[in-house]
């Protein structure tokens, strides 16, 4: 059942990933395989680079697509959020250089309702991609700020709920997939706080999430063949956060936040 519920419902689908700068098939993991050259991705993780300096990013939210979008559910387009973040990044020769690294959370490949935090890079963040698009949600440089701080703190830590699910409802605890973690982040920064239970009082409040559009028949077998296809956190229709919902959240509540997309 395995490669149906891929298909259904492929948000966050992704496990391990490459733990240095380059091109590596380690960051592709949990489905994804290669549709490009590696030149090819190499030119356009520098492209979105480019694109992050010009704007004078220091930190924001980036999305990949893990899959075409003929074979995602409706209302979603990207399929794995992440945090960019302007860096000093070390690398195999010894030298530091300014760049931006990228702050995940991926699944285990051979645990995929278990969850880690991982660090990797734009090139290896866009090795598997289906398609050749990058949406980029820059929030307002108060708030990037407070971001930087957040990543940087043990807080970051505190808010990863390891066990993980690919439709985790954002209204509560108990599972958690990479938009919610990247949500759950957001609200630390803005609120800054890191009391988990207020920090999903806001979102209940606040946030609009996205109706997981399946066939509940087929999302009940996601349940019972897929570990990382769970809905024991959700009570009634499934709901979850996606790069767009995030966007518009941030849009609304956080003046001079912009959305951009990145194509070759």
């Known amino acids: 059942m395995r490669p149906l519920i891929t ?3 492929s948000l966050c689908l992704w496990g391990t990933a490459a733990a240095a700068p380059g091109f590596s098939s380690a960051s592709l993991g949990g489905g994804e395989t290669t549709h490009f050259k590696a030149d090819e991705v190499i030119a356009f993780a520098k492209k979105v680079e480019r694109t992050l300096a010009s704007k004078g990013v220091h930190v924001a939210i980036l999305a990949r697509m893990g899959r075409p979008l003929s074979e995602m559910p409706p209302g ?3 399929t794995h959020v992440a945090f960019v973040v302007y860096s000093q990044i070390q690398t195999a020769d010894g030298r530091t250089l300014p760049g ?3 702050h995940n959370l991926y699944q285990y490949d051979d645990a995929p309702d278990k969850s880690r935090l991982v660090q990797d890079y734009p090139v290896d963040f866009f090795s598997g991609v289906a398609q050749m698009e990058a949406g980029i949600l ?3 440089p108060e708030l990037q700020a407070r971001l930087i701080q957040v990543i940087a703190s043990p807080t970051y830590a505190k808010l990863h709920e390891p066990r993980y699910s690919v439709i985790a409802n954002p209204f509560n605890e108990g599972r958690q997939n990479c938009t919610e973690f990247t949500l759950d982040v957001i609200n630390a920064a803005i609120y800054q706080s890191a009391d988990v239970k207020q920090l999903k009082q806001v ?3 606040y946030f609009v999430a996205q109706p997981v559009e399946v066939n509940p028949f087929k999302l009940m ?6 570990a990382e296809v769970a809905t024991a956190d959700h009570t009634g229709k499934p709901m979850t956060a996606t790069f767009e919902r995030i966007s518009d959240y941030l849009l609304q509540f956080d003046q001079g936040a912009e959305v951009i997309t990145v194509k070759p």
């Open 203 to 205: 979102a209940q409040k």
């Open 100 to 102: 931006y690294a990228i």
């Open 138 to 140: 820059i929030p307002s």
């Open 7 to 9: 298909l259904i419902l």
């Open 221 to 226: 077998l996601g349940s019972v063949f897929s």
């Open 76 to 78: 979603m387009h990207f």
